[in-house]
Structure formats: structure tokens, C-alpha cells
């Protein structure tokens, strides 16, 4: 896979995916961009500190947290690539109850996350997740991958090979009837 798009994602957001064998994120889009971009393609992931803390995980994934600065060097070490499989619209707030033990993140910050920009919809989506057995060096712009944000991409593209995929079978069909059924 060639990777030249780099999605930013918390740290203990891919702790969590480790741990549960799927990936979920959701997204509405960064403070600097009007709304989140689809990629078609497989991306990297370029785990980040930023805006993650004990108050936006929940108690029992606050373990998760590493108590890390995200450092923008113009490199770092491509440990994930991912391609979105599913997307789910979540239009209402009592899906949050619905889907409490499929994430690590705190309700409250999810409420707060679905109100910000009511014009854009919150939308859940799921992961396939291919982990590189040995990291490869990417290398970015400083100035395009800092601020709140989504997407950054790389100064050349990044060729990847020899992946585990971390998707566990069983656990992503749980995950995927249950926002099929919602």
C-alpha cells in the first residue's frame, strides 16, 4: 500500500482498538476545517496527544492515557494504516447509550462533540486496521499537520508492506449489527 494521508487520532483511541480487536472513530471535522473528508483510500495514522484527557476517556480506559506531548518534528514512525469500511450518521444523542461499550470515550464528550456545528452530522466510522509489523519513517510538514485538524499529508509517499490486520472477525460483526440495527 502506498500511504501519503495521514489521519491524526488519540493515542489511546489505538490502545483502545488494540485492546478490542476493531477500530470506531467519530468525526464532524477539526475547528479548522468546515468538515471531515472521506478518503477512499488506505491512510496512516499519526497517534496524538492532543485534547485527550481523563475527563474526555471513561474511568475504566483512563489507564489508556500515556501522559505524552504530541511532538511535531516533521517524522515519526508509521505504525498503523487504515482504510474506513462503514459509516454510521448519529442523529440522535440517545445512540450514545446505545453504543456505550463499543468506545472508550466519555458520553459527555461525545454530547459535546455531536453539538459543535449543528449543521454537520457526527458520523461513527469504522476501521479496518492493518498494523505494520515494522514501522516505517514518514516524514510531513510541520505546518500542515499542527493545529485542530484532521488530515495531513506526507512529504513523499510512504510504501507499506508486511501488515497484520487487527480486526478480529467476531468482534466487528458485534460492533457492526449493532449500528446496522440502530
Not at 36 to 52: A, P
Not at 135 to 153: L, N, R, T, V
Amino acid at each position: 500500500m502506498i500511504i501519503d494521508f495521514i489521519l491524526k487520532e488519540w493515542s489511546s483511541a489505538f490502545e483502545f482498538f488494540e485492546l478490542k480487536k476493531y477500530g470506531l472513530i467519530f468525526r464532524k471535522g477539526g475547528i479548522h476545517e468546515k468538515d471531515f473528508k472521506l478518503k477512499d483510500n488506505y491512510f496512516g495514522i499519526f497517534k496524538t496527544y492532543e485534547h485527550e484527557s481523563k475527563e474526555t476517556l471513561k474511568d475504566k480506559y483512563s489507564y489508556l492515557l500515556k501522559g505524552f506531548e504530541t511532538k511535531y518534528t516533521g517524522s515519526f514512525d508509521l505504525e498503523y494504516v487504515c482504510k474506513i469500511k462503514e459509516s454510521f450518521v448519529i442523529n440522535k444523542i440517545s445512540f450514545f447509550d446505545e453504543i456505550d461499550e463499543y468506545h472508550p470515550w466519555d458520553k459527555e464528550y461525545l454530547i459535546d462533540r455531536f453539538n459543535f456545528r449543528k449543521t454537520n452530522d457526527l458520523v461513527a466510522y469504522f476501521l479496518d486496521i492493518e498494523k505494520l509489523k515494522i514501522p516505517k519513517k514518514a516524514e510531513y510538514e510541520i505546518d500542515k499537520a499542527k493545529g485542530c485538524k484532521s488530515w495531513f499529508d506526507l512529504k513523499d509517499p510512504v510504501n507499506t508492506f508486511a501488515t497484520i490486520n487487527l480486526n478480529d472477525k467476531m468482534n466487528e460483526n458485534k460492533v457492526l449489527n449493532k449500528f446496522t440495527n440502530l
